[in-house]
């Protein structure tokens, strides 16, 4: 007999993971920032180096561990949403069977750990678990979906995710305009 609850923690190891090797690297940033502006070695005077490395990485590892589980809750939340609106299921088995999908952000998450020296090398890591993922889920969801259901759960997630970064990318730079104009020149 197989336990369905067995993978069930991988979600959350894959976060760990991809946490754990973003926030290595911003860690190196920000002590990199941290020593051009003149405030690392005052730090040093009332903490030690290494109490010093673990409290940033901790800290960048918090907020990448947001980051990342705001963005599986909101992939969840558009997975079920896609097959609520283009599937026959009912009974809700291809969102169960989508779940062992797990394994590929966990394998991706692990293999991000041997890229820490290079952000866009766990960048592509990431993206690549997420493509791959996102043919799984195409694949597993192909049963009990009619080809135009698949085509629909298809677009459905690629414009729920342009819409989602496109207004990302627009309030950003929006601030980044307002601030920039707010400056004295």
């Known amino acids: 007999m197989k336990n369905k609850y067995l993978t069930s923690y991988f979600p959350l190891m894959a976060i760990l993971l991809f946490s754990l090797s973003f926030s290595a690297i911003a860690e190196k940033e920000l002590l990199g920032w941290l020593l051009g502006i003149g405030v690392y070695e005052g730090m040093k005077e009332f903490f030690p180096e290494a109490g010093i490395k673990l409290a940033l990485l ?3 590892m918090a907020c990448c561990f947001m980051i990342f589980a705001a963005l599986k809750l909101i992939a969840d939340t558009i997975n079920g949403l896609s097959l609520l609106f283009f599937s026959r299921d009912e009974s809700g088995e291809a ?30 890591i990431f993206l690549a678990a997420t493509v791959i993922y996102f043919i799984y889920f195409v694949y597993i969801s192909g049963n009990s979906i009619s080809p135009a259901g698949l085509i629909g759960i298809i677009f459905f997630q690629v414009i729920s995710w342009a819409s989602l970064l496109s207004i990302l990318l627009f309030i950003t730079l929006k601030l980044y305009n307002s601030v920039m104009a707010s400056l004295p020149v």
Request: hydrophobic share 55%; charged share 5%; net charge positive.
């Open 58 to 60: 901790i800290i960048c």
């Open 95 to 124: 969102i169960a069977k989508s779940r062992s999908g797990s394994v590929i952000y966990l394998a991706g998450g692990a293999l991000s750990l041997f890229s820490f020296f290079s952000f866009y090398a766990m960048l592509g």
